[in-house]
């Protein structure tokens, strides 16, 4: 049987990583960890509905090729995850094996009579929005595509000096100016917790700071979503690649912000700062010098991740978009 049914993402996890590693599309909410969490969390009244591709590798079995990680709700399909939890989403495929991956994504979803297939989160590089389209057209589908939202992201240089020069002037000046004022007007530091234990202790210290920064994040942080944050964060740091940033002011924490580390990248989920200290621009500066300690571990990009944020700009990133596909039966 080429293709296996997903009903388990451990009983896959070595092949499924495999595939993700060498994949275009290889990124931290692809793996087969973090969509367990995300299922275990948001998965109640969907079905899942997914399949790994495999062929035929000289005659000694099935070699997989591609994942499709979907769920089913009603008489639609789409990737598992969501645009609140997931930043970018896909197919992993390995590299030519996307036409007869496509193909069959279309066979399954006509066995199931499925009416509508939803794709989130694509990135403007995706093949499946470069080649599947025709694909899917081909067999008498109507192909929808649209802008989602944008993500931001900068190449980190060798040294935070050569950082520092990679920002436009102005931004520049306003950086450093910020840390002299931070420096000479207050007793400052910043550090980051990794242990999954402390991670847990202090995770509720980052809820409250997020809530207390913005009214939408107050309102996004739903009792579902916070138990999502216990899970993944404790998730994550179990594997390594968590990083829990504080900034505290005279011995209070007043800024944070929730990183993870993957792929040679560091991700900025998201963040929080109580705006009393507003004036110290603590958010962006702790945002900034989590960036600084990505340089100093070697980490080759940063990721802003989705978000039209004007302080992503400020601190380089360079912005892409994000685009959402709907396929359906003409």
Same mark, same amino acid.
């Given at each position: 049987? #080429?293709?296996?049914?997903?009903?388990?993402?451990?009983?896959?996890?070595?092949?499924?990583?495999?595939?993700?590693?060498?994949?275009?599309?290889?990124?931290?909410?692809?793996?087969?960890?973090?969509?367990?969490?995300?299922?275990?969390?948001?998965?109640?009244?969907?079905?899942? +509905?997914?399949?790994?591709?495999?062929?035929?590798?000289?005659?000694? @079995?099935?070699?997989?090729?591609?994942?499709?990680?979907?769920?089913?709700?009603?008489?639609?399909?789409?990737?598992?995850?969501?645009?609140?939890?997931?930043? =970018?989403? $896909?197919?992993?495929?390995? #590299?030519?094996?996307?036409? @007869?991956?496509?193909?069959?994504?279309?066979?399954?979803?006509e066995d199931q009579g499925v009416q509508t297939l939803r794709l989130?989160?694509?990135?403007?590089?995706? #093949?499946?929005?470069?080649?599947?389209?025709?694909?899917?057209?081909?067999?008498?589908?109507?192909?929808?595509?649209?802008?989602?939202?944008?993500?931001?992201?900068?190449?980190?240089? !060798?040294?935070? $000096?050569? =950082?520092?020069?990679?920002?436009?002037?102005?931004?520049?000046?306003?950086?450093?100016?910020?840390?002299?004022?931070?420096?000479?007007?207050?007793?400052?530091?910043?550090?980051?917790?990794?242990?999954?234990?402390?991670? !847990?202790?202090?995770?509720?210290?980052?809820?409250?700071?997020?809530?207390?920064?913005?009214? $939408?994040?107050?309102?996004?942080?739903?009792?579902?979503?916070?138990?999502?944050?216990?899970?993944?964060?404790?998730?994550?740091?179990?594997?390594?690649?968590?990083?829990?940033?504080?900034?505290?002011?005279?011995?209070?924490?007043?800024?944070? +912000?929730?990183?993870?580390?993957?792929?040679?990248?560091?991700?900025?989920?998201?963040?929080?700062?109580?705006?009393?200290?507003?004036?110290?621009?603590?958010?962006?500066?702790?945002?900034?010098?989590?960036l600084k300690d990505a340089i100093d571990r070697g980490l080759a990009?940063?990721?802003?991740?989705?978000? #039209?944020?004007?302080?992503?700009?400020?601190?380089?990133?360079?912005?892409?978009?994000?685009?959402?596909?709907?396929?359906?039966?003409?």
């Open positions: 049987m #080429p293709n296996t049914p997903i009903t388990s993402f451990q009983e896959i996890e070595s092949e499924w990583e495999s595939v993700l590693h060498d994949s275009p599309a290889n990124t931290l909410f692809l793996t087969p960890q973090w969509q367990k969490v995300w299922w275990d969390t948001f998965g109640d009244g969907r079905t899942m +509905c997914g399949f790994a591709y495999s062929i035929p590798d000289g005659g000694t @079995g099935n070699g997989m090729a591609a994942i499709a990680s979907l769920a089913k709700s009603g008489d639609t399909v789409s990737f598992m995850g969501s645009q609140d939890t997931f930043d =970018y989403n $896909d197919f992993p495929i390995r #590299p030519g094996h996307e036409e @007869g991956f496509y193909q069959t994504l279309l066979e399954c979803l989130d989160s694509l990135r403007e590089s995706s #093949p499946t929005l470069g080649v599947f389209p025709e694909i899917a057209r081909s067999r008498g589908y109507k192909v929808e595509i649209e802008q989602e939202d944008v993500t931001s992201g900068i190449d980190l240089p !060798g040294t935070w $000096d050569e =950082y520092l020069a990679l920002l436009s002037k102005k931004d520049r000046h306003e950086l450093r100016r910020k840390l002299r004022r931070m420096d000479s007007q207050t007793d400052w530091k910043w550090y980051s917790v990794t242990d999954p234990a402390e991670v !847990g202790v202090r995770l509720g210290e980052f809820i409250s700071l997020m809530r207390l920064s913005r009214t $939408d994040k107050d309102e996004f942080m739903t009792p579902e979503r916070e138990r999502f944050f216990h899970n993944i964060t404790q998730r994550m740091a179990e594997m390594g690649q968590l990083q829990l940033f504080f900034l505290e002011m005279d011995g209070s924490a007043v800024a944070t +912000c929730l990183c993870f580390d993957y792929g040679g990248s560091r991700l900025l989920y998201n963040s929080g700062y109580d705006p009393e200290y507003g004036y110290y621009s603590v958010g962006l500066l702790l945002n900034a010098m989590s990009y940063f990721d802003f991740l989705r978000g #039209p944020e004007p302080y992503k700009a400020h601190l380089g990133g360079q912005q892409r978009s994000l685009y959402q596909m709907m396929v359906t039966k003409s």
